[in-house]
Protein backbone atom coordinates (compact mmCIF):
# COMPACT_ATOMS: atom_id res chain seq x y z
CA UNK A 1 0.00 0.00 0.00
CA UNK A 2 3.09 2.44 0.40
CA UNK A 3 3.22 2.12 -3.38
CA UNK A 4 0.21 3.21 -3.92
CA UNK A 5 0.27 6.63 -1.44
CA UNK A 6 3.54 7.56 -3.13
CA UNK A 7 1.16 7.59 -6.54
CA UNK A 8 -1.54 8.70 -4.78
CA UNK A 9 1.21 11.80 -4.17
CA UNK A 10 2.37 12.43 -7.25
CA UNK A 11 -1.20 12.75 -8.43
CA UNK A 12 -1.62 15.37 -5.55
CA UNK A 13 1.15 17.26 -6.72
CA UNK A 14 0.09 17.59 -10.40
CA UNK A 15 -3.07 19.02 -8.96
CA UNK A 16 -1.23 21.36 -6.96
CA UNK A 17 0.74 23.00 -10.00
CA UNK A 18 -2.76 24.62 -10.99
CA UNK A 19 -1.10 24.53 -15.01
CA UNK A 20 -1.79 22.47 -17.89
CA UNK A 21 0.26 19.41 -19.01
CA UNK A 22 0.80 19.29 -22.78
CA UNK A 23 -0.47 15.60 -23.03
CA UNK A 24 2.36 14.54 -25.91
CA UNK A 25 4.95 16.77 -25.37
CA UNK A 26 4.93 17.60 -21.85
CA UNK A 27 4.85 21.44 -22.24
CA UNK A 28 3.55 23.50 -19.03
CA UNK A 29 2.34 26.86 -19.43
CA UNK A 30 0.33 29.06 -16.93
CA UNK A 31 -3.52 28.92 -16.57
CA UNK A 32 -6.01 31.87 -17.44
CA UNK A 33 -5.98 32.08 -13.62
CA UNK A 34 -4.65 35.80 -13.40
CA UNK A 35 -1.31 34.94 -13.77
CA UNK A 36 0.42 36.41 -16.99
CA UNK A 37 0.21 34.30 -19.74
CA UNK A 38 3.49 33.38 -22.38
CA UNK A 39 1.83 33.10 -25.31
CA UNK A 40 4.84 31.29 -26.97
CA UNK A 41 3.90 28.07 -25.31
CA UNK A 42 0.26 27.63 -26.27
CA UNK A 43 -0.56 23.86 -27.40
CA UNK A 44 -3.67 22.30 -28.71
CA UNK A 45 -3.09 19.14 -26.93
CA UNK A 46 -3.36 19.84 -23.62
CA UNK A 47 -6.05 19.63 -20.92
CA UNK A 48 -6.57 21.01 -17.89
CA UNK A 49 -4.99 19.61 -14.60
CA UNK A 50 -7.80 20.05 -12.58
CA UNK A 51 -9.93 17.74 -15.19
CA UNK A 52 -6.68 15.13 -15.08
CA UNK A 53 -7.18 15.32 -11.19
CA UNK A 54 -10.61 14.27 -10.91
CA UNK A 55 -10.60 11.46 -13.40
CA UNK A 56 -7.24 10.28 -11.57
CA UNK A 57 -9.82 10.60 -8.55
CA UNK A 58 -12.64 8.59 -10.14
CA UNK A 59 -10.51 6.08 -11.22
CA UNK A 60 -9.14 6.06 -8.20
CA UNK A 61 -12.18 5.47 -5.94
CA UNK A 62 -13.50 2.74 -8.49
CA UNK A 63 -10.31 0.78 -8.49
CA UNK A 64 -10.16 1.57 -4.77
CA UNK A 65 -14.39 -0.02 -4.36
CA UNK A 66 -13.23 -3.20 -7.31
CA UNK A 67 -10.15 -4.32 -4.94
CA UNK A 68 -12.49 -3.58 -1.65
CA UNK A 69 -15.16 -5.63 -3.18
CA UNK A 70 -12.93 -8.57 -4.30
CA UNK A 71 -11.59 -8.46 -1.01
CA UNK A 72 -14.41 -9.01 1.25
CA UNK A 73 -15.77 -11.73 -1.64
CA UNK A 74 -12.49 -13.84 -0.85
CA UNK A 75 -13.01 -15.86 1.91
CA UNK A 76 -9.62 -18.18 2.24
CA UNK A 77 -5.99 -16.04 3.46
CA UNK A 78 -4.00 -17.14 0.49
CA UNK A 79 -6.43 -15.95 -2.63
CA UNK A 80 -6.72 -12.51 -0.22
CA UNK A 81 -3.21 -12.09 -0.75
CA UNK A 82 -2.64 -13.20 -4.25
CA UNK A 83 -4.98 -10.60 -5.50
CA UNK A 84 -4.22 -7.53 -3.37
CA UNK A 85 -0.66 -8.29 -4.52
CA UNK A 86 -1.20 -7.99 -8.32
CA UNK A 87 -3.38 -4.37 -7.65
CA UNK A 88 -0.31 -3.44 -5.71
CA UNK A 89 1.77 -4.57 -9.02
CA UNK A 90 -0.15 -2.66 -11.00
CA UNK A 91 -0.10 0.14 -9.21
CA UNK A 92 3.44 -0.07 -8.63
CA UNK A 93 4.30 -0.45 -12.35
CA UNK A 94 2.09 2.83 -13.13
CA UNK A 95 4.38 4.83 -10.44
CA UNK A 96 7.88 3.94 -12.12
CA UNK A 97 6.63 4.46 -15.64
CA UNK A 98 5.60 7.78 -14.43
CA UNK A 99 9.08 8.33 -12.36
CA UNK A 100 10.77 6.97 -14.89
CA UNK A 101 9.52 9.49 -17.81
CA UNK A 102 8.95 12.05 -16.25
CA UNK A 103 10.64 14.92 -14.04
CA UNK A 104 10.58 18.43 -12.79
CA UNK A 105 11.67 21.03 -15.09
CA UNK A 106 11.88 25.07 -15.02
CA UNK A 107 10.79 26.31 -18.61
CA UNK A 108 13.06 29.38 -19.07
CA UNK A 109 11.95 32.96 -20.74
CA UNK A 110 14.36 35.45 -22.36
CA UNK A 111 12.74 38.93 -23.33
CA UNK A 112 9.34 36.64 -23.43
CA UNK A 113 11.25 34.27 -25.53
CA UNK A 114 11.25 30.87 -24.85
CA UNK A 115 14.93 28.93 -24.56
CA UNK A 116 14.87 26.00 -23.44
CA UNK A 117 13.68 23.33 -20.07
CA UNK A 118 16.34 22.96 -17.05
CA UNK A 119 16.37 20.36 -14.30
CA UNK A 120 17.94 23.10 -12.30
CA UNK A 121 18.09 27.06 -12.37
CA UNK A 122 22.02 27.09 -11.99
CA UNK A 123 22.22 24.76 -14.77
CA UNK A 124 20.81 27.70 -16.87
CA UNK A 125 22.58 30.33 -15.18
CA UNK A 126 26.32 28.32 -16.13
CA UNK A 127 24.92 28.32 -19.56
CA UNK A 128 23.64 32.14 -19.71
CA UNK A 129 27.08 33.31 -18.32
CA UNK A 130 29.18 31.22 -20.89
CA UNK A 131 27.00 32.71 -23.84
CA UNK A 132 27.55 36.47 -22.41
CA UNK A 133 31.36 35.16 -21.72
CA UNK A 134 31.94 34.02 -25.38
CA UNK A 135 30.24 37.28 -26.68
CA UNK A 136 32.55 39.48 -24.72
CA UNK A 137 35.23 37.31 -26.65
CA UNK A 138 34.28 37.86 -29.94
CA UNK A 139 35.38 41.56 -29.59
CA UNK A 140 31.56 42.06 -29.04
CA UNK A 141 31.07 42.71 -25.49
CA UNK A 142 28.43 45.35 -26.13
CA UNK A 143 26.13 42.87 -27.49
CA UNK A 144 25.87 40.79 -24.16
CA UNK A 145 22.36 39.92 -23.62
CA UNK A 146 20.71 41.20 -20.21
CA UNK A 147 17.62 40.20 -19.99
CA UNK A 148 16.13 38.63 -16.62
CA UNK A 149 14.91 35.22 -16.77
CA UNK A 150 11.48 34.16 -16.12
CA UNK A 151 11.25 30.57 -14.62
CA UNK A 152 7.87 28.86 -14.86
CA UNK A 153 8.21 25.42 -12.72
CA UNK A 154 6.09 21.91 -13.85
CA UNK A 155 6.61 18.49 -15.10
CA UNK A 156 7.98 17.37 -18.27
CA UNK A 157 9.25 14.62 -20.10
CA UNK A 158 12.68 14.09 -19.69
CA UNK A 159 13.84 13.53 -23.46
CA UNK A 160 12.23 16.89 -23.67
CA UNK A 161 14.59 18.73 -21.15
CA UNK A 162 17.30 21.27 -23.47
CA UNK A 163 21.27 20.01 -23.82
CA UNK A 164 23.64 22.12 -22.97
CA UNK A 165 24.46 23.16 -26.68
CA UNK A 166 21.08 23.60 -27.89
CA UNK A 167 20.66 25.94 -24.92
CA UNK A 168 23.05 28.04 -24.67
CA UNK A 169 22.28 28.24 -28.87
CA UNK A 170 18.96 29.16 -28.10
CA UNK A 171 20.43 32.21 -26.02
CA UNK A 172 23.00 33.42 -28.37
CA UNK A 173 20.39 33.69 -31.07
CA UNK A 174 19.03 36.65 -28.94
CA UNK A 175 22.44 38.70 -29.39
CA UNK A 176 23.01 40.80 -32.57
CA UNK A 177 26.46 40.13 -32.99
CA UNK A 178 26.58 36.27 -32.07
CA UNK A 179 25.27 33.24 -33.40
CA UNK A 180 25.36 29.16 -33.03
CA UNK A 181 28.15 28.11 -35.96
CA UNK A 182 30.26 24.85 -36.75
CA UNK A 183 33.43 25.29 -37.31
CA UNK A 184 35.24 22.97 -40.05
CA UNK A 185 39.10 22.21 -39.89
CA UNK A 186 41.04 20.12 -42.06
CA UNK A 187 44.05 18.13 -41.32
CA UNK A 188 44.39 19.63 -37.89
CA UNK A 189 44.18 23.41 -38.86
CA UNK A 190 40.76 25.13 -38.56
CA UNK A 191 39.39 26.90 -41.71
CA UNK A 192 36.08 28.38 -41.49
CA UNK A 193 33.19 28.35 -39.73
CA UNK A 194 29.43 27.76 -41.13
CA UNK A 195 26.17 28.58 -39.30
CA UNK A 196 25.61 24.66 -37.94
CA UNK A 197 26.88 21.07 -38.41
CA UNK A 198 24.42 19.82 -40.77
CA UNK A 199 25.44 22.45 -43.52
CA UNK A 200 29.15 22.06 -42.74
CA UNK A 201 28.74 18.51 -43.91
CA UNK A 202 26.82 19.02 -46.42
CA UNK A 203 29.75 21.58 -47.88
CA UNK A 204 32.06 18.68 -47.70
CA UNK A 205 29.80 15.90 -48.88
CA UNK A 206 29.15 18.52 -52.04
CA UNK A 207 33.01 18.92 -52.44
CA UNK A 208 33.29 15.03 -52.34
CA UNK A 209 30.72 14.29 -55.05
CA UNK A 210 32.13 16.82 -57.27
CA UNK A 211 35.03 14.52 -58.05
CA UNK A 212 32.75 11.50 -59.44
CA UNK A 213 30.11 10.29 -57.52
CA UNK A 214 29.86 7.78 -54.31
CA UNK A 215 33.13 6.28 -54.89
CA UNK A 216 35.04 9.35 -53.96
CA UNK A 217 36.63 9.21 -51.04
CA UNK A 218 37.79 12.33 -48.41
CA UNK A 219 41.32 10.97 -47.49
CA UNK A 220 42.27 15.02 -45.66
CA UNK A 221 41.46 14.86 -42.02
CA UNK A 222 38.01 16.50 -41.86
CA UNK A 223 36.56 17.86 -38.04
CA UNK A 224 33.29 19.11 -37.03
CA UNK A 225 33.36 21.28 -33.65
CA UNK A 226 30.36 22.99 -32.40
CA UNK A 227 30.64 26.57 -30.98
CA UNK A 228 30.42 30.21 -31.86
CA UNK A 229 30.88 33.24 -33.69
CA UNK A 230 30.79 36.36 -34.79
CA UNK A 231 28.07 36.87 -37.42
CA UNK A 232 30.66 38.49 -39.73
CA UNK A 233 32.98 35.36 -39.66
CA UNK A 234 30.19 32.83 -40.53
CA UNK A 235 30.58 31.85 -43.97
CA UNK A 236 28.10 31.26 -46.38
CA UNK A 237 27.70 27.56 -47.58
CA UNK A 238 28.77 28.40 -51.06
CA UNK A 239 31.71 30.62 -50.65
CA UNK A 240 32.66 27.91 -47.80
CA UNK A 241 32.47 25.25 -50.74
CA UNK A 242 34.78 27.40 -52.80
CA UNK A 243 37.27 28.16 -50.05
CA UNK A 244 37.57 24.10 -48.99
CA UNK A 245 38.17 22.64 -52.28
CA UNK A 246 41.40 23.54 -52.17
CA UNK A 247 42.30 22.49 -49.17
CA UNK A 248 40.66 19.34 -48.83
CA UNK A 249 41.93 15.55 -50.68
CA UNK A 250 39.50 13.75 -52.18
CA UNK A 251 40.85 9.97 -53.69
CA UNK A 252 38.81 8.67 -56.64
CA UNK A 253 39.62 5.45 -58.55
CA UNK A 254 38.70 5.06 -62.54
CA UNK A 255 39.38 1.78 -64.76
CA UNK A 256 40.78 2.75 -68.01
CA UNK A 257 41.62 0.61 -71.16
CA UNK A 258 44.52 1.85 -73.46
CA UNK A 259 47.33 0.86 -75.66
CA UNK A 260 51.15 1.46 -75.28
CA UNK A 261 54.02 0.38 -76.79
CA UNK A 262 55.93 -2.72 -75.84
CA UNK A 263 59.98 -1.90 -76.68
CA UNK A 264 61.63 -3.82 -78.45
CA UNK A 265 65.18 -6.14 -77.44
CA UNK A 266 67.94 -6.40 -78.09
CA UNK A 267 70.20 -9.79 -79.18
CA UNK A 268 73.91 -9.93 -79.27
CA UNK A 269 75.49 -11.56 -81.66
CA UNK A 270 79.51 -12.24 -81.35
CA UNK A 271 81.72 -11.14 -84.30
CA UNK A 272 85.81 -12.58 -84.17
CA UNK A 273 86.55 -10.58 -87.06
CA UNK A 274 85.83 -7.46 -84.71
CA UNK A 275 88.25 -6.33 -81.78
CA UNK A 276 86.63 -6.11 -78.50
CA UNK A 277 85.05 -3.28 -77.82
CA UNK A 278 83.72 -2.84 -81.37
CA UNK A 279 79.93 -3.11 -82.44
CA UNK A 280 77.86 -3.13 -85.18
CA UNK A 281 74.07 -3.03 -85.46
CA UNK A 282 73.11 -5.66 -87.97
CA UNK A 283 69.55 -4.88 -87.73
CA UNK A 284 66.70 -2.72 -86.40
CA UNK A 285 64.51 -3.10 -83.93
CA UNK A 286 60.63 -2.87 -84.24
CA UNK A 287 58.27 -1.59 -81.37
CA UNK A 288 55.38 -3.89 -80.46
CA UNK A 289 52.11 -3.18 -78.68
CA UNK A 290 49.54 -4.43 -76.01
CA UNK A 291 46.14 -3.24 -74.51
CA UNK A 292 46.16 -2.59 -71.02
CA UNK A 293 43.38 -2.43 -68.16
CA UNK A 294 44.63 -0.30 -65.18
CA UNK A 295 43.16 1.10 -62.04
CA UNK A 296 44.16 4.78 -61.87
CA UNK A 297 44.30 6.54 -58.57
CA UNK A 298 43.76 10.17 -58.59
CA UNK A 299 44.14 13.09 -55.85
CA UNK A 300 41.67 16.18 -56.48
CA UNK A 301 41.87 15.15 -60.50
CA UNK A 302 45.52 14.31 -60.35
CA UNK A 303 46.60 10.55 -61.12
CA UNK A 304 48.90 9.64 -58.28
CA UNK A 305 49.10 5.90 -58.32
CA UNK A 306 48.25 3.13 -61.66
CA UNK A 307 47.67 -0.16 -61.21
CA UNK A 308 47.53 -2.84 -64.25
CA UNK A 309 45.07 -5.53 -63.70
CA UNK A 310 45.28 -7.01 -67.08
CA UNK A 311 46.98 -6.71 -69.91
CA UNK A 312 47.02 -8.57 -73.79
CA UNK A 313 50.12 -7.96 -76.72
CA UNK A 314 48.66 -6.97 -79.79
CA UNK A 315 52.10 -5.95 -81.84
CA UNK A 316 54.66 -8.87 -81.13
CA UNK A 317 57.98 -6.44 -81.00
CA UNK A 318 61.25 -7.26 -83.23
CA UNK A 319 64.28 -7.36 -81.62
CA UNK A 320 67.84 -4.93 -82.82
CA UNK A 321 70.56 -7.17 -83.64
CA UNK A 322 73.74 -5.94 -82.56
CA UNK A 323 77.12 -7.77 -83.43
CA UNK A 324 80.07 -7.46 -80.81
CA UNK A 325 83.74 -8.24 -81.22
CA UNK A 326 85.69 -10.80 -79.63
CA UNK A 327 89.33 -10.82 -81.10
CA UNK A 328 91.67 -9.20 -79.14
CA UNK A 329 94.15 -6.53 -79.77
CA UNK A 330 97.44 -7.52 -80.51
CA UNK A 331 98.89 -4.11 -79.65
CA UNK A 332 100.65 -4.19 -82.25
CA UNK A 333 100.76 -1.62 -85.04
CA UNK A 334 101.01 -2.28 -88.56
CA UNK A 335 102.92 0.96 -89.04
CA UNK A 336 100.44 2.70 -90.82
CA UNK A 337 98.82 6.12 -89.88
CA UNK A 338 95.52 7.39 -89.89
CA UNK A 339 94.63 10.89 -88.61
CA UNK A 340 93.95 10.98 -84.50
CA UNK A 341 91.42 13.73 -85.40
CA UNK A 342 90.07 16.68 -87.74
CA UNK A 343 90.37 20.55 -88.09
CA UNK A 344 92.27 22.76 -89.37
CA UNK A 345 96.29 22.75 -88.68
CA UNK A 346 98.01 25.70 -86.93
CA UNK A 347 101.56 24.57 -86.74
CA UNK A 348 103.80 22.12 -88.38
CA UNK A 349 106.72 20.27 -87.45
CA UNK A 350 110.26 22.05 -87.34
CA UNK A 351 110.84 25.56 -85.97
CA UNK A 352 109.10 28.32 -84.49
CA UNK A 353 109.73 30.85 -82.04
CA UNK A 354 113.11 30.01 -81.48
CA UNK A 355 113.11 26.52 -81.31
CA UNK A 356 111.65 23.24 -83.21
CA UNK A 357 108.41 22.53 -82.82
CA UNK A 358 108.00 18.09 -82.26
CA UNK A 359 104.85 17.99 -83.98
CA UNK A 360 101.77 18.76 -85.45
CA UNK A 361 99.20 21.25 -83.83
CA UNK A 362 95.75 19.91 -85.28
CA UNK A 363 93.01 22.86 -83.96
CA UNK A 364 88.99 22.18 -83.26
CA UNK A 365 86.58 22.52 -80.93
CA UNK A 366 86.67 21.24 -77.17
CA UNK A 367 85.31 17.31 -76.89
CA UNK A 368 85.74 17.02 -80.79
CA UNK A 369 86.99 13.06 -80.88
CA UNK A 370 90.83 11.97 -80.67
CA UNK A 371 91.32 8.43 -82.07
CA UNK A 372 94.58 6.13 -81.98
CA UNK A 373 96.38 6.51 -85.33
CA UNK A 374 97.48 2.52 -84.93
CA UNK A 375 96.90 -0.30 -82.67
CA UNK A 376 99.33 -0.50 -79.58
CA UNK A 377 99.32 -0.07 -76.16
CA UNK A 378 99.52 2.90 -73.41
CA UNK A 379 102.09 3.58 -71.92
CA UNK A 380 100.91 7.18 -70.62
CA UNK A 381 97.85 8.38 -69.53
CA UNK A 382 97.22 11.59 -67.28
CA UNK A 383 98.58 15.61 -66.99
CA UNK A 384 102.50 15.91 -68.23
CA UNK A 385 103.67 19.75 -67.66
CA UNK A 386 103.25 21.90 -70.52
CA UNK A 387 101.94 19.53 -72.65
CA UNK A 388 98.50 19.16 -70.24
CA UNK A 389 96.39 15.83 -70.40
CA UNK A 390 98.88 13.49 -72.43
CA UNK A 391 98.29 10.02 -73.70
CA UNK A 392 101.13 7.69 -75.01
CA UNK A 393 100.95 4.80 -77.32
CA UNK A 394 103.57 2.18 -77.64
CA UNK A 395 103.15 0.56 -81.19
CA UNK A 396 105.67 -1.65 -80.73
CA UNK A 397 107.06 -1.55 -83.72
CA UNK A 398 109.83 1.50 -83.30
CA UNK A 399 106.82 3.95 -83.06
CA UNK A 400 105.54 5.76 -80.33
CA UNK A 401 102.29 8.21 -80.99
CA UNK A 402 101.68 11.48 -78.58
CA UNK A 403 98.49 13.09 -78.25
CA UNK A 404 98.97 16.42 -75.79
CA UNK A 405 96.62 18.99 -74.54
CA UNK A 406 93.44 16.54 -74.27
CA UNK A 407 90.54 17.57 -72.54
CA UNK A 408 89.35 13.75 -71.23
CA UNK A 409 90.89 11.07 -71.27
CA UNK A 410 89.32 7.47 -72.38
CA UNK A 411 92.01 5.34 -71.59
CA UNK A 412 94.35 3.72 -68.99
CA UNK A 413 97.84 2.60 -69.18
CA UNK A 414 98.43 -1.09 -69.94
CA UNK A 415 95.34 -0.63 -71.76
CA UNK A 416 95.56 -2.30 -75.74
CA UNK A 417 94.39 0.07 -78.21
CA UNK A 418 92.84 -0.66 -81.66
CA UNK A 419 93.66 1.60 -84.54
CA UNK A 420 90.65 4.53 -84.77
CA UNK A 421 89.41 3.78 -81.52
CA UNK A 422 88.46 7.13 -79.68
CA UNK A 423 91.18 7.72 -76.71
CA UNK A 424 90.51 11.31 -75.49
CA UNK A 425 89.08 14.69 -76.40
CA UNK A 426 90.42 18.05 -77.91
CA UNK A 427 91.08 20.15 -75.21
CA UNK A 428 93.34 23.31 -74.02
CA UNK A 429 94.97 22.28 -71.09
CA UNK A 430 98.78 22.75 -70.17
CA UNK A 431 100.59 25.39 -71.92
CA UNK A 432 98.27 25.96 -75.09
CA UNK A 433 97.28 28.98 -76.90
CA UNK A 434 93.58 27.70 -77.73
CA UNK A 435 91.74 24.37 -78.58
CA UNK A 436 93.69 21.83 -80.35
CA UNK A 437 95.50 18.48 -80.45
CA UNK A 438 99.19 18.49 -80.46
CA UNK A 439 100.20 15.08 -82.34
CA UNK A 440 103.60 13.95 -82.11
CA UNK A 441 105.28 10.48 -83.83
CA UNK A 442 108.46 9.03 -82.33
CA UNK A 443 110.36 6.68 -84.30
CA UNK A 444 112.78 4.89 -81.63
CA UNK A 445 112.50 7.69 -79.56
CA UNK A 446 113.14 10.45 -82.17
CA UNK A 447 110.22 12.64 -83.23
CA UNK A 448 109.67 12.94 -86.51
CA UNK A 449 107.50 14.92 -89.06
CA UNK A 450 103.48 13.21 -88.68
CA UNK A 451 103.31 14.89 -91.74
CA UNK A 452 105.04 11.85 -93.52
CA UNK A 453 102.68 9.64 -92.53
CA UNK A 454 99.05 11.27 -92.63
CA UNK A 455 96.91 12.16 -95.24
Not at 54 to 61: D, S
Not at 226 to 247: E, V, Y
Request: net charge neutral.
Amino acid sequence: MTKLGILYIMVRVLVATERKICVKRGCPIVCDNGQRIIKKETCENSMDIKETKEKLNKTYGSVKEKVLGKLRSVSELGKRYIKAGAVCAAILTAGIVISVNFTPVYSVYLGGEFVGKVTAKSAFEAAYADVNETISKLDAPHETIGFIPDYIYGISLRRSVTDEYALKSNIANLSRAVRPACYISVDGNSVLCVSDETKAKDVIEKIRLSYGGEDAKIVSDVAFTNGFSHIRDITDSGLAGMNLASKINVETYETIVYDEPVPFGIEYVNNAEMYEGQTKSVSGGTNGSRTVTARVTKINGIETARTEISSAETVMAVAQVIEIGTKVPSGIGNGSFIDPTFGMVTSRFGARWGRRHNGLDIANDIGTPVKAADDGVVTHAGYDGDFGNLIIINHNNGYETYYAHLNSMDVAEGQKIIQGQKIGEVGNTGYSTGPHLHFEVRKNGVPTDPSKYLN
